[in-house]
């Protein structure tokens, strides 16, 4: 859950709660889905369902249809969504509990809050029945979703997805579960997901987490999220708690700016990187060096150098090491809450940095300064 904007997860939570209340007593049922949003002949084509086989657990359906309209209803007022997403967790292949129960055991604040996430049916539950489970929210019924399923090849500069089977492709799409699996690197999923929205909004999503198991949701104008991260209604808040109450843990990883990352010197195995503000041309935000711990040796040494910035989500990085080695290359990178810890990825065209080992596709930073 790493955005710049901030969508207020418990005062969703609370209109979700009182919505469902006061569907409840006043006996209203909300609309029926649209028309064509959830019929077998358009929901799957020729692609793998899930190997869950398991009949949907019975709820009560209008509190199921009343809270994906207020979910909606809060994505609406955000033009750059395309849709929500959760991270339900990991499931071993052989888990023997039916998926349903496994979500109440798991997440009992958040079924009992979305319960229309235990009647999504069988045919909208894609991929194998194990590995990283994610469930995908169309903006509204007039959103398309289209779920993929994808290897990685090589195409001279780096690895990239290729398509080769379909799982899902619906014009009017309703909730879908997903399971998805990696290949040799976590950034590797075999999963693509895409939305597009009536008003020509579109999303192309690789389902990843990052180190404290939110979404790495794909980000639009000024860093806002394009998909809406619902996993935060497990919180365990609820209708007592202040409305400006935000959870709290290492929810919020985003990424940072120049102005942010400036002057900071972070430290990992050995390693230092500093970051300096300005000093490095107009266009760049400044001069960066990395420092070698040198065994023996009471000072670090000087490794590379050469000059940084931001690049949407990625740190920008031209370094040289005076000799024979460059390397010039976008990094994606996450600061934790604190401002204490950065979590560096392998680039998305498959370069790593010094301080990434060869067999790592992420590693983490500690602030040191700044």
């Known amino acids: 859950m790493k955005y710049l904007t901030r969508h207020r997860p418990v005062t969703i939570l609370l209109c979700l709660t009182l919505g469902l209340l006061l569907t409840a007593c006043g006996g209203q049922s909300e609309p029926s889905p649209a028309e064509g949003s959830s019929s077998l002949a358009g929901a799957l084509v020729g692609g793998k369902r899930s190997m869950v086989s398991e009949s949907v657990q019975t709820t009560d359906p209008e509190k199921g249809a009343a809270a994906l309209a207020l979910l909606r209803e809060n994505m609406a007022g955000e033009e750059q969504l395309a849709g929500a997403v959760a991270y339900l967790g990991h499931r071993e292949q052989g888990e023997a509990l039916p998926l349903t129960s496994w979500l109440e055991k798991i997440f009992p604040d958040l079924t009992e809050e979305l319960p229309f996430l235990l009647e999504i049916p069988a045919e909208r539950t894609l991929g194998p029945g194990y590995g990283d489970l994610y469930c995908i929210i ?103 708690d202040p409305e400006d109450q935000e959870p709290t843990g290492d929810d919020w990883w985003l990424p940072p700016t120049d102005v942010g990352l400036g002057n900071t010197v972070w430290v990992c195995d050995g390693w230092l990187m500093e970051l300096r503000q300005g000093g490095g041309g107009p266009n760049y935000a400044g001069a960066a060096e990395l420092y070698l711990t040198v065994e023996g040796e009471a000072e670090m040494a000087l490794a590379y150098s050469g000059v940084w910035r931001m690049e949407d989500d990625c740190l920008r990085l031209e370094i040289s090491d005076g000799v024979s080695t460059t390397l010039n290359s976008s990094f994606p990178i996450l600061i934790s809450p604190s401002g204490e810890e950065m979590y560096f990825q392998r680039s998305r065209s498959g370069e790593g940095a010094p301080f990434l080992p060869d067999d790592m596709d992420s590693i983490g930073l500690t602030l040191s300064y700044g």
């Open 138 to 240: 169309p903006r509204d019924e007039r959103t398309s979703l289209a779920v993929n399923h994808v290897t990685w090849q090589s195409q001279g500069n780096g690895v990239c997805p290729v398509a080769d089977e379909v799982l899902y492709r619906e014009e009017y799409a309703q909730p879908v579960f997903v399971f998805v699996n990696y290949e040799t690197w976590p950034d590797e999923p075999d999963t693509e997901i895409g939305l597009v929205t009536n008003s020509g909004l579109e999303v192309k999503w690789y389902p990843m987490t990052d180190p404290s198991g939110s979404p790495i949701v794909p980000t639009g104008v000024d860093y806002a999220p394009m998909l809406m991260d619902i996993g935060v209604f497990s919180e365990n808040v609820g209708p007592d």
